[in-house]
Nanobody, 124 residues
Framework: QVQLVESGGGLVQAGGSLRLSCAAS????????MGWFRQAPGKEREFVAF????????NFADSVKGRFTISRDNYKNTMYLQMNSLKPEDTAVYYC?????????????????WGQGTQVTVSS
């Protein structure tokens, strides 16, 4: 089992940047595929990005490609989401997620573990 804690959210102006972190408990972090999802008020949770256990495979939603990058440090049990050129439509609660041995998925139901989320608000 793994516990996930997100941090790094906040209020930023359009065009600005934020870096989200997801800290994981346990000694098997390196065995998990990790994902970022977001949920805006009144909308369904949507895929943002994932990274496989080694960091060799990543994937992004079309809406964030070229603006967001995902990375992980398996020695620090931490995953990151660097968000640049933020837009008001990026405003949402951002969640990190994990699945053991997963190859990578954009479907929320494929992830077993979830953090509590961190709010990102982008003002215009």
């Amino acid at each position: 089992q793994v516990q996930l804690v997100e941090s790094g959210g906040g209020l930023v102006q359009a065009g600005g940047s934020l870096r989200l972190s997801c800290a994981a408990s346990g000694r098997t972090f390196g065995m998990y595929t990790m994902g970022w999802f977001r949920q805006a008020p009144g909308k369904e949770r949507e895929f943002v990005a994932f990274i496989n256990w080694s960091g060799s495979t990543t994937n992004f939603a079309d809406s964030v490609k070229g603006r967001f990058t995902i990375s992980r440090d398996n020695y620090k049990n931490t995953m990151y989401l660097q968000m640049n050129s933020l837009k008001p439509e990026d405003t949402a609660v951002y969640y990190c997620s994990a699945v053991l041995y997963g190859g990578g998925s954009s479907v929320p139901a494929d992830y077993r573990y979830w953090g509590q989320g961190t709010q990102v608000t982008v003002s215009s």
